[in-house]
């Protein structure tokens, strides 16, 4: 009998190192695998789509309010939202992005590589806050997209931008992208609730 307990006791210990020593492992892996995701091409290309997004969209906001500045009051806090948006996306990219650009971070500061479209405003006033309201739509689902795609840190910024994104289509026309019907539950009737 002492026999048999002194061999439970020894594996049991065993077992206990093992873990122990699985677990010392392990808790540097994912944390290693992770920042080598983050440094990825994959992850790299993403900031950049993303970066260009955001500048497209500063762009289109600057030549709305270029054409349509009677929009000023209604749309600069949107447009700062959305420089603010960029400056945060720049930020995270960090010396990562600017050293994998060729010539640094100059290449980026410009918009030179912009669709001609981003200035192609409607005379509309409502005509133009809807365009930018599509255009807040589109760049939030594809950011929503390519979350799938994204390491940790970065789909963090990508939801958050993505929810944002939604806010200001909600600002602007005063219907989020998911207003679909059967996405989003009713709201009981007077009827139903009682």
Known sequence: MPCELSRRTLLAGGGVLLAAALTGCSAT?????AERAERSAGAQRLREETEADSRLLLARYDATLATHPDLADRLLPLRGTVAEHLAAVVAAAGATT???????????????GAPADATAVPAEPEAAVSELSRSEAEVSERRLVALADA????????????????TQCYLLDGALPEDEPGLLPEAPTTEEAT
């Open 98 to 112: 600017a050293s994998a650009r060729p010539g640094g971070e100059g290449a980026a500061a410009g918009d030179a």
């Open 29 to 33: 892996g994912p944390r290693q695998a």
């Open 151 to 166: 390491p940790p840190e970065l789909a963090r910024l990508l939801a958050s931008l993505a929810a944002a994104g939604a």
